[in-house]
């Protein structure tokens, strides 16, 4: 199984950014997909994750955007209006839907692949 993250870059305040997510090794149409980011001295954080529709925290609803492409086995972020706090590194993951009635996860440990991570820097 493998996840690879592609697209992160250094940016200003206000740019856009398009993250991707291939994933090879898995079913891909049965996984939900999360994204989530790690700045330097804090915790992994959600930032969105999509099953059949995105679903995305607080401080970058509005903003961001998920959708993946089941024909090409790839989760997308769309990062508009960046700010120098989204600056993190940024991880995409898998989670096996296990049940007929599937609530994607907000936690990191429900997840059961990681890609590798990609570095977004904000610059004010």
């Known amino acids: 199984v493998q996840l690879q993250a592609s697209g992160g870059g250094l940016v200003q305040a206000g740019a856009s950014l398009r993250l991707s997510c291939a994933a090879s090794?898995?079913?891909?149409?049965?996984?939900?997909m999360g994204w989530f980011r790690q700045a330097p001295g804090k915790e992994r954080e959600f930032v969105g994750g999509i099953w059949k529709s995105g679903e995305y925290a607080d401080s970058v609803k509005g903003r961001f955007t998920i959708s993946r492409d089941n024909a090409k086995n790839t989760v997308y972020l769309q990062m508009n209006s960046l700010k120098p706090e989204d600056t993190a590194v940024y991880y995409c993951?898998?989670?096996?839907?296990?049940?007929?009635?599937?609530?994607?996860?907000?936690?990191?440990?429900?997840?059961?692949?990681w890609g590798q991570g990609t570095q977004v820097t904000v610059s004010s």
């Open positions: 993951a898998a989670d096996r839907r296990s049940s007929v009635i599937y609530e994607l996860p907000r936690v990191s440990s429900s997840y059961d692949y």
């Open positions: 090794g898995i079913w891909f149409s049965s996984y939900g």
